[in-house]
């Protein structure tokens, strides 16, 4: 195709004609599935979102194939939606304004591990990078719930972490990602090496600020994970058991995830062993680490329930870590309908008692599910995916007020604009990086408000 011919009254529709070499999805139907993500988990986002979809996606599967595309949609001024595999929970995905949903899923080669570093085109699967890394000794430091299905663009342009952050905290601490190789979205698209810090300027954008083609990522040594899980009758020995081992420097572990009554019950390989009075510690640790992990918890008053090798956890293809992060939530839903959630960052060295105080004051209505890590700075602490019973917008507000009241950071599930959600102080850098990528401001256009305030002012 000469897209130098092309006229600006082209629209979305006109592509597949135009680049017949790119994989093009026009059904309707298919369409409209391929422009949602999970937030329907959010009755607020379902209802926001109605009805927002793309015109047609494209799947390519080379940096060629992406270039025509983008070069067509910036000379014909259509807007540009980047898709991983749709796992984002706040319509990241979702198109506000129609136009091109550029799908990167078939995108997806693995490049290379050096040492213990590894670098993948950014549609790859996390399950897949890892099975590419694991014969060099290396897996990621990081595996959302998802990691089956998400992708590492995905996760680096909506996500937060995983099973791995106790250790390495969020993608976001420094030392995590190296570096990325970005796109331009120009008539005449530009492909950009950015590194270090600078590279995290398009980190949690909601893919507004750039096309992410590749990611260079630190590497951790692999381990024959075990799965175990830890049962008590009380609330706050459950939450001081999986505080202290959290910070247990001899104990290596993955993943702490605790789960107060009645959750364990919702969870298909713990409700045999679970009544709905009994708090669970959901745990991925290293197996030498068990028999300290077992005293620990019967000190607290607790004892093991469930035991799994990493030989069996692979052989059953269940892990419990799609027990853990969202898939709590995804599993009570499945339960009941009615649940919601919100998501709390709670105070280092406070958080313990932050959490026994919300509990006093909303359990029953909020059912806590917390999951233990290092923050960025590297602090030991919590970060919440509270199930509420849901009634009414108005209450969730309160409950969110409430936690912050508390001196509980929330960050807001139920907002798909960036700034709302995590990053209610966006650094003005992001906006001077979408300059730099995006000058006409056709990614995922409506996301970033700062942009659009910006558009209005120099208007
Ligand atoms: C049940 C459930 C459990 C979850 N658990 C976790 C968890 O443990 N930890 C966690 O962090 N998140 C979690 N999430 C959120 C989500 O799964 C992750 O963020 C995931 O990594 C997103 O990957 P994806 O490929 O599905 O991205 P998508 O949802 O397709 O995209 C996410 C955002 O990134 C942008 N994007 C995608 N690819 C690129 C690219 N190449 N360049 C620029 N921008 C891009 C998109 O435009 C979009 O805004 C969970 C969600 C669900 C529904």
Same mark, same amino acid.
């Given at each position: 195709m000469n897209s130098t011919l092309l006229e600006p009254t082209v629209t979305a529709h006109d592509l597949p004609n135009l680049i017949p070499s790119v994989e093009w999805i026009t059904d309707t139907a298919r369409v409209a599935r391929l422009s949602?993500?999970?937030?329907?988990?959010?009755p607020i986002l379902k209802r926001d979102l109605a009805?927002?979809?793309?015109e047609v996606v494209a799947r390519p599967r080379s940096e060629v194939e992406i270039s025509a595309i983008v070069a067509a949609c910036a000379k014909a001024k259509i807007p540009l939606t980047i898709r991983?595999?749709?796992? *984002? $929970?706040?319509?990241?995905?979702?198109?506000?304004?129609?136009?091109?949903?550029?799908?990167?899923?078939?995108?997806?080669a693995f490049c290379w591990v050096r040492g213990q570093v590894g670098r993948a085109q950014s549609g790859i699967r996390l399950s897949e990078f890892d099975v590419h890394a694991r014969p060099h000794g290396m897996e990621l430091r990081w595996l959302p719930?998802?990691?089956?299905?998400?992708t590492l663009g995905g996760l680096f342009g909506g996500g937060f972490g995983g099973a791995g952050s106790i250790n390495?905290?969020?993608?976001?601490?420094? *030392? $995590?990602v190296l570096a990325v190789r970005v796109m331009t979205v120009e008539p005449e698209p530009q492909i950009v090496e950015v590194r270090g810090a600078e590279a995290?300027?398009?980190?949690?954008t909601y893919g507004t600020n750039g096309i992410v083609l590749e990611l260079e990522v630190a590497l951790s040594p692999c381990v024959p994970w075990s799965e175990c899980v830890a049962q008590f009758e009380s609330f706050d020995n459950a939450l001081e058991f999986a505080s202290k081992l959290t910070k247990a420097p001899g104990l290596i572990k993955k993943e702490i995830s605790f789960l107060a009554?009645?959750?364990?019950?919702?969870?298909a390989p713990l409700m045999p062993l679970f009544n709905d009075k009994q708090h669970a510690v959901l745990m991925v640790l290293a197996p030498q680490s068990i028999e300290g992990v077992e005293e620990m918890a019967k000190a607290f008053g607790g004892g093991f329930c469930y035991n799994k090798t990493a030989e069996e956890v692979q052989s059953s293809n269940r892990t419990l870590v799609e027990y853990t992060w969202n898939h709590t939530t995804l599993h009570a839903l499945k339960i009941d309908k009615n649940f919601t959630y919100i998501q709390s960052g709670f105070t280092p060295s406070k958080h313990v008692e932050q959490v026994k105080a919300l509990e006093k004051e909303l359990g029953g209505e909020v059912l806590m599910h917390l999951e233990f890590l290092r923050t960025k700075e590297g602090d030991f602490n919590c970060s919440g995916l509270q199930l509420i019973h849901y009634t009414t917008e108005e209450r969730l507000n309160e409950i969110m007020a409430i936690y912050r009241s508390h001196g509980v950071q929330i960050n807001n599930?139920?907002?798909?604009i960036v700034e709302d959600g995590?990053?209610?102080?966006?650094?003005p850098a992001v906006v001077k990086m979408k300059e730099r990528f995006d000058p006409l401001g056709?990614?995922?256009?409506?996301?970033l408000r700062s942009w659009a305030s910006r558009e209005q002012r120099t208007s």
């Open positions: 949602q993500d999970f937030a329907w988990f959010s009805g927002k979809v793309g991983g595999t749709g796992t *984002g $929970n706040y319509g990241q995905s979702t198109p506000l304004f129609g136009g091109v949903i550029l799908d990167l899923s078939g995108f997806n719930s998802t990691f089956r299905s998400a390495y905290g969020p993608l976001a601490a420094p *030392g $995590n995290m300027l398009l980190h949690h009554a009645p959750i364990p019950t919702y969870m599930p139920h907002v798909y995590k990053q209610n102080n966006l650094d056709l990614l995922n256009p409506g996301k």
